[in-house]
Every structure is written in structure tokens, then in C-alpha cells.
């Protein structure tokens, strides 16, 4: 998420280097806390340094968890200051590799469309939509922001609905409708000197600003606690007293499936999984004061792995990588039973 305090009551530079020396403590957390730094670079109009960041990340020799997250971050501050032919290249890249991750294909999308690139931005949102969103299912959350972005601009195209948008209209909660809030001719309201008008303005903004806050603040995923099988073997072999709650690894992959469909028939949301390691887990229990080998931590290092951004939504798309790491879909390997 980025910043968007206003300027003048933040120092987006110093900020920004307060995250950069934070990301050197904590390299688990750099690839998080640097986006961060980047966006407050380009809160700060130093765009070029940005860019700097979204390079240093690319170049890591760590890898990334979301690179094409980075990648579409760049492209939309390159082409806000000057480098369009670059910009494009990159988006034309990512809309090539289809990333999985609804966040980069809003990104470009809005690239696009901060552009007038209209066109452009209504098949780059329609692309995103139709890889992501299952068929017949309810769309995740986090795709939401592609129908409603593919709305906004075909309703400036002047395009009629189709599925996707009447689709975007059901899942809009919002007491002012999407076909008004994304009305074209809102601008020339704005100018208008009939009161009436500017109170319809003004209450399509406050419908606008509590959806904006209402995202901001959903809160971090429910997650559920999930070891690799070499880190669980290291875990276990270092702390024996944890082998009641692990006795092998396929009983750990199963009871992480059953413990959250247990969760969502109960009517639990937001859901997730985290992905633990020793190294981490023991610094963890270090800053608690407390021992690898006490069960009572582990749903707490879940609960703050969560709340530092490291969880996977689930449950992931049928035709998606399963969660467990084997290499199958979701659906041919934990998902087939669902």
C-alpha cells in the first residue's frame, strides 16, 4: 500500500530513509519496507530515486516474492516523469507473463489510463479479469479493483455493459453506484454553479473516500502457520518437544487444509497462509523471550508473519500453484477435494 498522507505533513524523504536503514536490519522484510521507501520518494517528486530502489530490488540476488509487483511500480513512475518508451516496454512485458497477482495489472492499467491510453488500459484490465477471476465463482477481493478499473473506463469509452461490469456493479457496496461515480460528465460538475450539483459532487466523493478507507483498512488475513518440509524437519529435530504438534509432514499439509475450510464454513473471511522458517521462528521467540519449543508461540509468530504482509490469500485459483509447494494446481492437489 502507498503512502498518501499528504505531503506537507510528512517528510517523505526522511521517511523514506528511515525505511532503507529499517530493510538493512530486517532483509526478511526488505522487499516490503523498500516499496514503502519508494513510494515516498515519489510522494516527495523524486522520482529518479525511486527508481533506484525499484532497481536495487530487481537486482537483488535474493529473488522477490512479487517481482512483477516491482516491475509494474516502475513503469508507472518512469512514465510520470518522461521515459514513456520504457514504461511501456515493461507493461507490454508483464501483460506478456500474465502474473497471477491482481495488484500488478491494476498498476498498468492505471498507467494506461493516467495516459489516455484508454484503449489500451480497458484490455489490460480485461485481460487481468479473465485470467484471475474463475469462472462462475465469486471473484477473491483482491480482483475487485480490475472490474472495478475495467468499469471506470469503458464507461469513459462509452462503451455498453457487458458481464464483467454488471458483475462489478453487484459486488460494488457503495450507497452511489458505480455507473455514477465512473459518469464521465462528473468533471463539468464540478465547475458548476447550481448547488444542487456540487451536493451530488460532494456525496459521490465521500461514497468514493469510505470504499478507498474501507480497503485501507481490511484488516491482515486470518493465517494459518505453514512449514516446508526440510524447515519442519529442522524444526522438530531442534525443538522435540513440537513433534506432538508436527508428527510428520503430511498430517501438518492436511491439517493446515481442513483447519481453513473449517475457518471459511464458519464464515470466517480474509484468509491466509504464512510460510515459516527456523531462522525467522527462532529470532521470533528470542524478541518474546520465550523458547522455539514453547506451542503456545507458534500461532503468535503466525499472527505477526501475517501482520508484516507475508501471507498468501487462500484459497488460491484451481489452475494456481498449490499453497503446499508440490508443483500441481491447487485443484489436482489440496483443492481436489473441494
Known amino acids: 500500500m502507498r503512502p498518501d498522507t499528504p505531503a506537507e505533513n510528512v517528510d517523505h524523504p526522511a521517511e523514506a530513509a528511515r525505511l532503507e536503514r529499517t530493510a538493512g536490519l530486517y532483509p526478511e522484510d526488505a522487499e516490503a519496507l523498500l516499496l514503502q521507501a519508494a513510494a515516498h520518494l515519489e510522494l516527495s517528486g523524486d522520482r529518479p530515486a525511486a527508481t533506484t530502489l525499484y532497481d536495487r530490488l530487481l537486482s537483488s540476488a535474493d529473488g522477490l516474492d512479487n517481482p512483477h509487483l516491482v516491475r509494474a511500480l516502475k513503469a508507472s513512475n518512469l512514465w510520470e516523469y518522461g521515459h514513456e518508451a520504457e514504461a511501456r516496454a515493461i507493461i507490454d512485458g508483464l501483460r506478456a507473463a500474465a502474473p497471477r497477482d ?14 489516455d491510453e484508454l484503449e489500451a488500459a480497458q484490455k489490460t484490465f480485461t485481460e487481468g479479469a479473465e485470467l484471475l ?28 455493459h457487458d458481464e464483467w461490469d454488471m458483475l462489478a456493479d453487484t459486488l460494488h457496496s457503495s450507497p452511489v453506484s458505480l455507473d455514477e461515480l465512473h459518469d464521465p460528465k462528473r468533471v463539468w460538475s464540478l465547475g458548476s454553479d447550481n448547488p444542487a450539483e456540487l451536493e451530488a459532487e460532494i456525496s459521490r466523493l465521500r461514497a468514493e473516500l469510505g470504499t478507498y478507507r474501507e480497503a485501507l483498512s481490511r484488516p491482515f488475513p486470518v493465517a494459518v502457520l505453514h512449514w516446508p ?17 508436527y508428527p510428520s509432514h503430511e498430517s501438518h499439509l492436511a491439517t493446515i487444509e481442513a483447519s481453513l475450510r473449517e475457518l471459511a464454513a464458519s464464515g470466517t473471511p480474509n484468509l491466509g497462509i504464512v510460510t515459516g522458517t527456523v531462522p525467522s521462528y527462532e529470532a521470533f521467540a528470542a524478541s518474546e523471550l520465550s523458547s522455539p519449543g514453547d506451542m503456545a508461540l507458534l500461532p ?28 500441481r494446481t491447487y485443484g489436482e492437489c489440496h483443492g481436489l477435494a473441494a
Open 300 to 327: 503468535q509468530y503466525a499472527t505477526t508473519l501475517a501482520a508484516r504482509g507475508r501471507a498468501v490469500a487462500w484459497p488460491p485459483q484451481r489452475t494456481a500453484a498449490c499453497w503446499c509447494g508440490s508443483g
Open 133 to 160: 477471476i474463475p469462472e462462475g465463482a465469486e471473484p477473491p477481493y483482491a480482483t475487485h479493483a480490475l472490474l472495478f478499473g475495467r468499469h471506470r473506463v469503458r464507461r469513459m469509452l462509452g462503451i455498453g
Open 102 to 115: 491482481p495488484a500488478p495489472w491494476v498498476i498498468v492499467a492505471e498507467a494506461l489510463e493516467n495516459h
Open 229 to 245: 518440509a526440510g524447515e519442519l524437519a529442522e524444526l522438530v529435530a531442534a525443538y522435540p518437544s513440537l513433534e506432538a504438534e
